[in-house]
């Protein structure tokens, strides 16, 4: 299996565009997690779905951040308008139906917001 | 609710000394108990969990820890650093009620390893 996959891998823009960063989690896995992660407040974890439908969205920062996931093979992550603020590298992350199981990271979308 | 408490946000040892990477945790049933390890510029990756078998669990690249239910602890070891393992080490719990689905975890601790 060729693991989490997050695209793209580094994205630059500017304040108020929108930005959409993207997973393909791992093949059978029922748990999609998305992360933040910053120098100053660490990971954090932004939503999770289970079996596509959104389970706690409580660490989504703001109304400008949505995720969605219309099938079990991919989920994105919007922002609209982006921030300066909104800097960080954001994680995506898998998992099976146990809770005892290995939740696996991709490598991150380094997003820098100018 | 569960939580996770790392002590210290930075650790440094000298090449071939023990490491010792320190966690607690609270949970109001047994958890099950995980360490990940992110190099620069990379993902998490599991170095090993506990899951309710063997107390001493063994993981990938030399390193261990240990369940003790007694003083809510799960800390990581190492009997010698390589400088390979300069990297930021997470301790997380699993979360039970609600949903049920995700990973608390702590703050992390970034190991540096002197020569």
């Known amino acids: 299996d060729a693991g989490v996959i997050q695209s793209p891998r580094h994205e630059v823009t500017e304040m108020g565009q929108e930005v959409t960063l993207r997973c393909k989690p791992i093949?059978?896995?029922?748990?999609l997690f998305w992360y933040r992660q910053t120098m100053m407040r660490g990971l954090e974890l932004l939503i999770y779905?289970?079996?596509?439908?959104?389970?706690?969205d409580s660490g989504m920062p703001e109304d400008r951040f949505s995720a969605k996931m219309p099938n079990a093979s991919f989920s994105t992550l919007k922002i609209q308008p982006s921030e300066p603020r909104d800097s960080a590298v954001y994680f995506c992350?898998?998992?099976?139906?146990?809770?005892?199981?290995?939740?696996?990271f991709g490598p991150g979308t380094r997003l820098t917001v100018l | 609710a569960q939580s996770v408490t790392q002590l210290g946000s930075h650790v440094s040892v000298s090449e071939g000394a023990l490491v010792l990477l320190r966690c607690n945790y609270s949970s109001s049933v047994p958890p099950y108990l995980f360490w990940y390890v992110q190099y620069p510029n990379q993902g998490l990756q599991l170095l090993l969990k506990?899951?309710?078998?063997?107390?001493l669990v063994k993981g990938i690249n030399g390193f261990e820890a240990e369940f003790k239910k007694s003083e809510t602890s799960f800390h990581l070891t190492k009997p010698s650093a390589h400088m390979s393992d300069a990297a930021e080490y997470f301790c997380a719990v699993s979360e039970y009620g609600g949903s049920q689905g995700n990973l608390i975890f702590g703050k992390g601790t970034k190991l540096s390893v002197k020569p």
């Open positions: 093949s059978g896995h029922d748990y």
């Open positions: 779905f289970n079996n596509n439908v959104p389970i706690d």
């Open positions: 506990y899951t309710s078998a063997a107390t």
């Open positions: 992350a898998s998992r099976t139906g146990l809770l005892s199981d290995t939740q696996y």
